[in-house]
Nanobody, 118 residues
């Protein structure tokens, strides 16, 4: 089984920065780690993803240039560095794993709240 645990959320002022983490345990088998977010009353949306093995990344247009996803393979941990935060970035942030060969994200964390005040 795979377990994903997010941490590092909190309250930050607009323009500030925050880094959230996702620690993965279990049988990961490569694949991709993604960050998603869900704001109140809105659907969950993709934020960023990174491959475990090659480090290739992808970002939603809304966060390009402000957020950076990275991974520490030795620690099985993925990070999301969020800079120049805006109130519209306020959401619960979830990490998820899409294992190699899977067509969708198979495992999800419990989420961490990020609140950006104006």
């Amino acid at each position: 089984q795979v377990q994903l645990v997010e941490s590092g959320g909190g309250l930050v002022q607009a323009g500030g920065s925050l880094r959230i983490s996702c620690a993965a345990s279990g049988r990961i088998f490569g694949g991709y780690m993604g960050w998603f977010r869900q704001a109140p009353g809105k659907e969950r949306e993709f934020v960023a993803s990174i491959s475990w093995n090659g480090g290739s990344t992808r970002y939603a247009d809304s966060v390009k240039g402000r957020f950076t996803i990275s991974r520490d393979s030795a620690k099985n941990t993925v990070y999301l560095q969020m800079n120049s935060l805006k109130p519209e970035d306020t959401a619960v942030y979830y990490c998820a794993l899409k294992r190699l060969g899977s067509s969708d994200y198979d495992y999800w964390g419990q989420g961490t709240q990020v609140t950006v005040s104006s």
